[in-house]
Nanobody, 115 residues
Framework: VQLVESGGGLVQPGGSLRLSCAAS????????MSWYRQAPGKERELVAV????????NYADSVKGRFTISRDNAKNTVYLQMNSLKPEDTAVYYC?????????WGQGTQVTVSS
C-alpha cells in the first residue's frame, strides 16, 4: 500500500489549493479514504472522509462549506479542494485508508496559509 500526497504550498488567506493523494498497492475503489491534518503542537485531526464509491462524505465542522473531498476511482486518486483558506488551516495534510483494521498513511504535504 502506498499513498502519495501532493499539491501543498504557501497560499494567502482567502486563497485555494487542491490536494491530491495517489494510491497504489490495493483495490482503491473498495475502500473509504480520509484526509487528516496536523498543525504544530496539536494532535492529528480528521478533516474529511469519503466512502468507497464517493457517494457519501463527511467533514469536520471547522472546514464544512469550505473544503470538498472527492475521488476518481479510475485514477486511484482522492482529492481535497480547499477554498477560503484561513491561517488556522496551516498544517501538514495526510491521506489515510484503513484496510482490514490496519491504517495506512501518506507522507503528508505542507499547507501554509499566510500573508
Amino acid at each position: 500500500v502506498q499513498l502519495v500526497e501532493s499539491g501543498g504550498g504557501l497560499v494567502q488567506p482567502g486563497g485555494s489549493l487542491r490536494l491530491s493523494c495517489a494510491a497504489s498497492g490495493f483495490t482503491f475503489s473498495s475502500y473509504a479514504m480520509s484526509w487528516y491534518r496536523q498543525a504544530p503542537g496539536k494532535e492529528r485531526e480528521l478533516v474529511a472522509v469519503i466512502t468507497s464509491d464517493g457517494g457519501s462524505t463527511n467533514y469536520a465542522d471547522s472546514v464544512k462549506g469550505r473544503f470538498t473531498i472527492s475521488r476518481d476511482n479510475a485514477k486511484n486518486t482522492v482529492y481535497l479542494q480547499m477554498n477560503s483558506l484561513k491561517p488556522e488551516d496551516t498544517a501538514v495534510y495526510y491521506c489515510k485508508t484503513r484496510i482490514r483494521r490496519v491504517d495506512y498513511w501518506g507522507q503528508g504535504t505542507q499547507v501554509t496559509v499566510s500573508s
